[in-house]
T-cell receptor, first 113, second 113 residues
């Protein structure tokens, strides 16, 4: 089975711009979760989508948003980028039911200048 | 307040010996615990998990122990190999918070030949 894929792998943006990241889950997985990893805060949960609906949301400002398509692929959008948004953005997929193991993609490294 | 804590930022072990990584949690509603291994600039790789109804789970060289009364879990790696050198993250989830893994800050394991 193919693993979780994320595109692009690297991005450089400037403050004030917006960015869209993409995630393709493992085949058959209906849940996609997004995380932000920074040196200071570690791995923090952004939001989770299941069957095209946001099911859980972390403590991030409204500039961070996402969506999920009918094929379970997900996108994450960050508007009005700030320097502090520089991070590794990870997505993880799972079946979305019961005791569930999340499998992570390689991440997108976002640098905001 | 951190709900999942890994109090040792680093651990150094000799090849062939046992590595023991520890994790404490505060939320008694957590019912599923996972360990991930991570290399820099890559996504976390799932290692092993345990549900709250068990106190031990083994998979090859990896064993996870759960002590619910102490809200403590540990990952044992026997024997340790140089390729095990990475950052290890403990994560937890609870019913009603599907897709939302709470991560510890990680422990960097170095296995010396």
């Amino acid at each position: 089975k193919a693993g979780v894929t994320q595109t692009p792998r690297y991005l450089i943006k400037t403050r004030g711009q917006q960015v869209t990241l993409s995630c393709s889950p493992i085949s058959g997985h209906r849940s996609v979760s997004w995380y932000q990893q920074t040196p200071g805060q570690g791995l923090q949960f952004l939001f989770e989508y299941f069957s095209e609906t946001q099911r859980n949301k972390g403590n991030f400002p409204g500039r961070f948003s996402g969506r999920q398509f009918s094929n379970s692929r997900s996108e994450m959008n960050v508007s009005t980028l700030e320097l502090g948004d520089s991070a590794l953005y990870l997505c993880a997929s799972s079946r979305g039911q019961g005791l569930d193991t999340q499998y992570f993609g390689p991440g997108t490294r976002l640098t905001v200048l | 307040d951190q709900q999942v804590k890994q109090n040792s930022p680093s651990l150094s072990v000799q090849e062939g010996r046992i590595s023991i990584l520890n994790c404490d949690y505060t939320n008694s509603m957590f019912d599923y615990f996972l360990w991930y291994k991570k290399y820099p600039a890559e996504g976390p790789t799932f290692l092993i998990s345990i549900s709250s109804i068990k106190d031990k789970n083994e998979d090859g060289r990896f064993t996870v122990f759960l002590n619910k009364s102490a809200k403590h879990l540990s990952l044992h790696i026997v024997p340790s190999q140089p390729g095990d050198s990475a950052v290890y993250f403990c994560a937890a989830s609870g019913e009603g918070s599907q897709g939302n893994l709470i991560f510890g800050k990680g422990t960097k394991l170095s296995v010396k030949p």
